[in-house]
T-cell receptor
């Protein structure tokens, strides 16, 4: 059964700093997605990664996918308060199930 | 463009009652999903569907049922509500594999 794990589960970081969130998954897949969730809200799509080596960037966030290592990273550059949210990765199984990771709650402070 | 619409937004149920959570999408998406999110936790897949008439179990299907008679609608049925089903339920849809899923606003369910 597919397991999707993220670390860290909680991240408190200062504005202006850089950090990386990791997403590991347990079975072969070359399709991975990143979502953002604000408190009390629904999920919003951030990135779609569809092949080994895929890299996507939007503002201060950059996501990458290494299918051989079964690892995706979400890199935060020069964090700002507006990035405070919970970030989820999701892996697309060949059966069309979409399985979510445990989530990383990010808090950015001044 | 409404996207994915869930009703109701909030509901309180008594133990043993039943209810149906409604989900409809107007994007002509084939794939639809139901997830539950417990407080401070991630999303767990309950059921999913890849087209009208086709449904399959996810990670946590016990205590729930689904049907998919049309492309647009994917209702989730709770037959005998239990406190363990207190959660926020999200419905999502996407056009096919390899594409992002779009989420509804969620239904917050409390079973007392």
């Amino acid at each position: 059964e597919l397991k999707v794990e993220q670390n860290p589960l909680f991240l408190s970081m200062q504005e202006g700093k850089n950090y990386t969130i990791y997403c590991n998954y347990s079975t072969t897949s070359d399709r991975l997605y990143w979502y953002r969730q604000d408190p009390g809200k629904s999920l919003e799509s951030l990135f779609v990664l569809l092949s080994n080596g895929a890299v996507k960037q939007e503002g201060r966030l950059m996501a990458s996918l290494d299918t051989k290592a079964r690892l995706s990273t979400l890199h935060i550059t020069a964090a700002v308060h507006d990035l405070s949210a919970t970030y989820f990765c999701a892996v697309d199984m060949n059966t069309d199930k979409l399985i979510f990771g445990t989530g990383t709650r990010l808090q950015v402070f001044p | 463009n409404a996207g994915v619409t869930q009703t109701p937004k909030f509901r309180i149920l008594k133990i043993g009652q039943s209810m149906t959570l409604q989900c409809t999408q107007d994007m002509n998406h084939n794939y639809m999903y139901w997830y539950r999110q417990d407080p401070g936790m991630g999303l767990k897949l309950i059921y999913y569907s890849v087209g009208a008439g086709i449904t399959d179990k996810g990670e946590v299907p016990n205590g729930y049922n689904v049907s998919r008679s049309t492309t647009e609608d994917f209702p989730l049925r709770l037959e005998l509500a239990a406190p363990s089903q207190t959660s926020v339920y999200f419905c999502a849809s996407r056009s096919q594999g390899l594409t992002e899923a779009f989420f509804g606003q969620g239904t917050r369910l409390t079973v007392v």
